[in-house]
């Protein structure tokens, strides 16, 4: 049972890690319909500017986490205003290709910066191990879940009451109604680029102080795949709940079954998901369909 | 195919030809003597490039196919490549299959694997479809290193040296031979293919597929056989490595092999023959390119050549995002505008005078 409970620990932290850059992948596809394929290299950048900020710049930790905050959207806006807004309107194969260029430049770029090794990082999360009844769990894998549901949550509240939030909303139901209401559609795609910046660096961040500070970070991207389609493209509440179910499932897949199928089951999963409901659990019921 | 300004078919013949104009053929003349002295000018090294750049053809224009031509975008390059590569390799490895029938063998069943995948696209359309693709591509990839009983895990397969009529196949200079072969075969296949019935089919799909639909197009058949032509020339791709290179490794077939191959026809244009060529041509020369120069200020600046493979990297990213904001349509447009520019030198509209275009 404390194994159990250990795994469960380990995999809903995982999982959260997941739904934050998840959360990021949502809310730009929300916004202008771009998959981007580069969310894992935002992770990425996250870990290496805390390592930047902290480790080698020695900031305090709070400081630490603003300027990568800030850094992150800086880039973000700069790639959304540079490489993704003269691609608006062009077929999806574009738009795919392009964030899969954008990735490879910014993987080519932090390595160039960073090195391909892993760099040693002292965790700021608070050291020691929680006991739970017969379970010890790291304190840091157990802080990370309420720190991602505190960030995921604000995505929410964004989304509900602020003007960009609503604005953002606006767009991803009626384009052209938006814009005769006045909605700037430049700034709301800049919205959401730096929102999921944010939101992937606050992983990045985490995976820094969890797992360490290496380029194997970017390799999360692509788990973000099977997490929305099985929350739904179009929904924060998804992200949270799938991220949930990937990172547990590869936890106990891996514990109890093995052979290294936890690396394959989210994608079977995702599949699965295609076949019988593509929308996923919480995505709105329109896909096109021949 | 596109009608040329100030050129006047006489007879049906010439009408339907492939390459009607005496330029054109002079070109392809041109072209073809090139490809006949190449290999006794060129050194091994540069055959090796040449060999790997005719069976990056083969693979893009059946990549092409799918995604330029059918538009069903497919991120499961890799994975058919690897099951060309391995059904190629392991048949005649494990059951003495000759070469040329295990090549034969390797594309027919890509070309099932690949239909099988295409099912999806049926219900699923654009991102979706890449997405579906995106996961077939990790779960073959996952067999690839974890069905250790067949494909051998993460360790090599080293296959026997093809032979024909006693000569070593897999020399950079014999090999340099079946590669140009294969390799115009398929451009001419393709070529041909979109003049016909079939290839029409595949282009009305891509344009408007409910319209085609409606014109009488069989989207559930289209659609599938995009996919098994399609897998069958990457699968002739990848038993063309396994064959060159004796040793078959998974790394070879990841999901980066997809992106490179995706980023051949988008470089080099989608829906285009001669784009799939030039763009496979930029795509697999520009490392050796970036090496070359790292190897040039090694000496000089050290300090940047040690950055290079990085760089290459992000090089590689910056020439997709170039190509996608400022030519969409790629090396194949660009060739174009230049042909153009000749066609009626010197009496070009200025720049400026033909804005109203």
Redesign the interface.
Known sequence: MDIFLQLTVSGLSTGMIYALAAAGFVVIYKASDVINFAQGDLLLLGTYLIFFAVAQTGLPWSLGVLVTLLLAVAVALAVERLVLRPLVGEPIISMIMVTIGLSSVLRGAINAIWGPNPRAFESFLPAGDIVIGPAVLSTGRVLSIPIALAVLAGLGLFFRYTRDGIAMRAIADDQQAALSMGISIPRVFGVAWGLAAASAAIGGIMLGNIVGVSPNVASIGLRVFPVVILGGLDSIAGAVIGGAIIGLLEVYVGFYVGHGLNLVVPYLVLILVLMVRPYGLFGKEIIERV | MSMECGVFHTRYESDMGLRPRPAQRIRLAVLAVFVLVFPFLASSYWLDLANQVAIATVGAIGLNIL?GYTGQ?SLGQGAFMAIGAYTAGLLTLNLGVPWGASVFCACILTAVAGTFFGL?S???????L???T???Q??VE?GM??WTAVTGGTEAIVLPAPRIFGLRLNSTFNFYWLAVLTAAGTALFAANLFRSRIGRAFEAVRDQ??AA?VIGVD?FRTKLLAFATSSFFVGLAGAMIAFYRNIITWERFT?NTS?VY??MI?VGG?GSIRGSFLGAALITLLPALITNMGRAIQDTAPQAAS?L?????????????LF??FE?RGLSKLWGNVKDYFHVWPFAYRRGENRAN
């Open positions: 995604v975008i999806p049926l219900r699923l359309k654009g991102l979706y890449a997405i579906a995106l996961a077939a990790e779960i996952w290193t974890h597929d409910i639909s989207l999901l992106i995706l980023a988008i989608l950055l493979p990085y760089g290459q990297q992000a090089v590689f990213g910056i020439v997709i995002i996608l904001v969409p």
